[in-house]
Every structure is written in C-alpha cells, then in structure tokens.
C-alpha cells in the first residue's frame, strides 16, 4: 500500500518561498502521476498542479502559474512543489496526492501548512 509523507510547511512572510517535499513509501513511485492540492480554512479543496510519469507538460492551476514549480525524482520516490513569490492567499493546507489506478488521485498524504504573513 502507497504511503505519502508531506514536508517542508512553516511560516514566511509575502514574497518568500519554500519547497515542499511528498516522500512516496510502498509502491512503484514512477508508475504514478502525482499532484498537489491545497485548502484554505472554508474552501474546497484545489487542484494546483500535476505531473505525469514522464515529466513532462505539468499541470498548473492558473492562482499558481508562474509561482509554483511541480518536479519529481523517481530516484528518491519524491514530488516537490517549489512555491515562490508567495502571497497570503496561499495559505492552506497542502496535500500530495498519487493516481496509482491510471484514473484519479486515489492515495493522499496527511497534508503541510503553509502560513503566509503579509
């Protein structure tokens, strides 16, 4: 069974930056497309990128696009999401996600905080 572990949550003030990091155990890492999601206190859940098994054409929602950079290291079972120019509008909860089925986000890790300060 897929385990996801998220890290590198915390606090920065507007305009800093920090990379998240979803640590894959259990599974075949590189068969998986992957995701990050994120939710705010009193808002759904969102969908802010994606990346497939290859790589290659990620997927960004457009409140992330041109700030959020998603990457993946097979090697290491590992998805980042390299997060910059953060605004406080950002602050949420943010979760990896794995599609081991070829057809939805199925396998969830138990999410980061992320605080950003104005």
């Known amino acids: 069974q897929v385990q996801l572990v998220e890290s590198g949550g915390g606090l920065v003030q507007a305009g800093g930056s920090l990379r998240l990091s979803c640590a894959a155990s259990?599974?075949?890492?590189?068969?998986?497309?992957m995701g990050w999601f994120r939710q705010a206190p009193g808002k759904e859940r969102e969908y802010i990128a994606g990346?497939?098994?290859?790589?290659?054409?990620?997927y960004y929602a457009d409140s992330v696009k041109g700030r959020f950079t998603i990457s993946r290291d097979n090697a290491k079972n590992t998805v980042y999401l390299h997060m910059n120019n953060l605004r406080p509008e950002d602050t949420a909860v943010y979760y990896c996600?794995?599609?081991?089925?070829?057809?939805?986000?199925?396998?969830w890790g138990q999410g980061t905080q992320v605080t950003v300060s104005s």
């Open positions: 259990g599974g075949t890492f590189s068969l998986y497309a």
């Open positions: 996600a794995a599609d081991t089925d070829g057809a939805v986000f199925d396998t």
């Open positions: 990346i497939g098994v290859s790589g290659t054409n990620p």
